[in-house]
């Protein structure tokens, strides 16, 4: 049973991501849904931290793990990105054009992703995560973090226009870097 803990931690982050979903996009003025969300959002990086880090402690590295571990980040991901676009009161102006593209680009290099390693695995060949494909994913996850820890502070104090603009910069910055690293990692896992 023991052994399973990684594999648990990893299906928790699919529960933890619906409810991070669902409090974030709840209008303004559902603050108690909304810090849930957030808490949420955080939870499940925590445990896609957590379960890494046991699994090669205890030696339990599992087929299983090693495919629904990926398609748990790439869920989380995804829907992260999804609220920010989502989310009618973030007034992306003149970055909305760029955030979607970016946003396609890094959910269009998941899905191909995703299919080429379960072709991989079917061929009882998984491929190796590169440098490259983890720094997509810490890029990911710390622009998401800060996105929605930002923006909850944004909103529960209701920053000058000069503040939150800034804080737009920083957020898709992140976002744009995370689909540049995201099209790098994807050509180095498809030219192998």
Known sequence: MLRQIPNILTALRFPLTAVFLYGFLQPEGE??????????????ALTDLLDGIIARKMNSVTKIGAFLDPLADKVQV???????????????????????????VIALREIVITWWRSYKFAKSKPPRTSFLAKAKTMTQMITL????????????????????????????????????????????????
């Open 31 to 44: 603050i108690v849904w909304q810090i849930i969300g957030i808490l949420s959002f955080m939870l499940s």
């Open 78 to 104: 995804l829907s992260g990105f999804a609220a920010l676009l989502l989310k009618p009161d973030i007034g992306w102006g003149q970055w909305k054009i760029l955030i979607i593209i970016s946003v396609c």
């Open 145 to 192: 973090i800060v996105a929605i820890v930002l923006l909850g502070i944004v909103e529960l104090l209701h920053v000058n226009e000069t503040l939150y603009l800034a804080i737009l910069v920083l957020i898709g910055g992140g976002i744009v870097a995370s689909a540049v690293l995201a099209a790098m990692s994807a050509y180095t896992y498809l030219k192998d």
